[in-house]
């Protein structure tokens, strides 16, 4: 094999409604839900159908302002990137995405009460778990995107989000946000209460449910940011067999970096792909769009990602693309939009994106973290590395993560810290342009500080309320608060 270790190509990235109210009643053709068969199909839309990462991605220290030549000016990008609040309400938006996350536990709340009114509802467990793990995690994106992060010692004052769990009879009724604190305690019931009774068996394609590997991601996610160190790993290991993360990473080396732009496209989102655990097809212009926006990948951050040499003393091989005619419109060939035309001869339609929700690489790095907390450095140090085999080519001993490393690389004897910093500077770089950086930057009280090309800059600090995205202004018809600005 050639040594590459990273790769830059100049191509045109191949291109291949309203909001609803809150909280939205169910459809009445849902109400005859009494089969499994029925209650099945309702469940596929107990997903949240919207995106996170056009407006996580912007606010995050992954965007950058590329100027007005060929890139994409939109509010949706812009006002995040900015730290202002989103008026638009489309596709892409917090308030698009909230709607899609209460629609979605609406979905869950009907089947769980379909089940519960059956002459036989054990016939239903596969599905009642479903629903269950569903509305966890559904509930559990809405408090970490509006809420202030869990911390134990804040969360029983913290306001949290509405925790739904019963059927809508009426638009816009009273509701109240309660804790963060309780919502973890509703999220923890759900979750508990439902895993056990997945069955992979019951779906036509796991890989777009919550399979029992995805809802073990889940809980090891969820235990990670309780700060539940042990479980974390208890989850991480149970979601391959053994415990065998390496094997199922994503073959960046070996697969990936080989590819055209349309084959890498077509793969990463892939339901066959081992790495993706949980998949969801959402309305979304993300495909389309995301290298292109003014705020977003610009050369300097490509550099610094993936060009110059990180703690292991190499750098990622990691193919990378510009659009658009403009050199800044960097972008990893991650996603591939699918167009629904409104009908077969319509030249108008909707654009989907298919998103990883939990993947094989999260579950590796929430395993490092939980063991780093845990003093179990070793580990930690043996999964990283094992990350690093799989990124970095012809990968030898010389690239294995050291003290000595850590603490050249991060200027500091504090090996815990260095370690801590090591995961936070991979996940920047394995999940870029998918919206995760945002919630590593919530947990760490990490400063985002944005400059226009002006030169004009403004930090997001740690205390500052504007890291709590606001909630749509029509929850407050329910009584509910509006984050403080």
């Known amino acids: 094999m050639k040594k590459t270790t990273y790769y830059i190509f100049a191509v045109t990235v191949l291109l291949s409604a309203g909001c609803k109210k809150y909280l939205e009643q169910v459809p009445d053709q849902r109400t005859q839900l009494n089969t499994v068969e029925k209650v099945a199909e309702l469940l596929t839309t107990a997903y949240p159908q919207a995106d996170y990462a056009t407006f996580t991605e912007a606010a995050s220290d992954n965007a950058a302002d590329k100027g007005?030549?060929?890139?994409?000016?939109e509010e949706i990008n812009t006002n995040p990137f900015f730290f202002r609040d989103v008026t638009e309400r489309a596709q892409g938006s917090p308030d698009y995405y909230w709607n899609a996350c209460y629609s979605a536990i609406a979905a869950a709340n009907q089947a769980l009460d379909a089940i519960s009114k059956a002459d036989n509802p054990a016939d239903y467990n596969a599905q009642k778990g479903e629903a269950l793990v569903a509305r966890?995690?559904?509930h559990f994106m809405l408090v970490t995107l509006y809420s202030k992060v869990y911390d134990a010692t804040t969360a029983s004052q913290d306001p949290g989000i509405p925790y739904v769990t019963t059927p809508e009879k009426v638009v816009n009724g009273k509701y109240e946000r309660k804790t963060v604190a309780y919502v973890y305690e509703q999220i923890e019931k759900d979750l508990l209460e439902g895993m056990p009774l997945i069955d992979n068996t019951s779906y036509k394609v796991p890989k777009y449910h919550f399979n029992k590997a995805a809802a073990n991601a889940f809980a090891a996610r969820f235990y990670l940011y309780k700060k539940d160190y042990q479980k974390v790993l208890t989850y991480a290991d149970n979601v391959f067999p053994g415990g065998n993360i390496k094997s199922n990473l994503r073959p960046w080396v070996t697969v990936y970096s080989q590819l055209t732009g349309t084959e890498m496209q077509a793969i990463y989102t892939k339901a066959s792909e081992t790495a993706n655990l949980l998949l969801v097809e959402a309305p979304s212009d993300w495909a389309r769009s995301y290298g292109r926006y003014r705020y977003g990948l610009r050369t300097d951050l490509v550099y610094s990602l993936f060009v110059f040499r990180n703690v292991t003393g190499a750098n990622w091989v990691q193919p990378l693309y510009y659009s658009g005619g403009n050199t800044e419109n960097w972008l990893v060939l991650k996603f591939r939009e699918l167009f629904v035309r409104s009908s077969a001869n319509a030249n108008i339609g909707v654009p989907?994106?298919?998103f990883p929700l939990f993947t094989a690489e999260e579950v590796l790095f929430n395993r490092a973290e939980?063991?780093?907390?845990?003093g179990n450095l070793a580990a930690a140090k043996q999964d990283l590395n094992d990350y690093a085999s799989m990124r970095i080519?012809?990968?030898s001993a010389n690239f294995r993560i050291t003290d000595a490393k850590l603490s050249s690389y991060y200027g500091t004897s504090d090996i815990k810290t260095a370690l801590i910093n090591t995961v936070l500077d991979?996940?920047?770089?394995e999940f870029i342009q998918e919206g995760m950086r945002w919630f590593d930057i919530l947990r760490y009280n990490i400063p985002v500080t944005h400059s226009n090309v002006a030169g004009e800059s403004e930090t997001l600090t740690p205390t500052d309320p504007r890291r709590l995205f606001q909630l749509p202004q029509e929850v407050k018809l329910a009584g509910i608060e509006l984050n403080p600005r």
């Not at 939980?370 to 845990?374: E, H, K, R, S, V």
């Not at 991979?426 to 770089?429: E, L, S, Y």
Request: charged residues 10%.
């Open 68 to 73: 007005t030549g060929g890139t994409l000016s």
């Open 136 to 138: 966890a995690y559904n």
């Open 352 to 354: 989907y994106t298919i």
């Open 370 to 374: 939980a063991n780093i907390y845990l």
């Open 393 to 395: 080519e012809n990968y």
């Open 426 to 429: 991979f996940k920047q770089a």
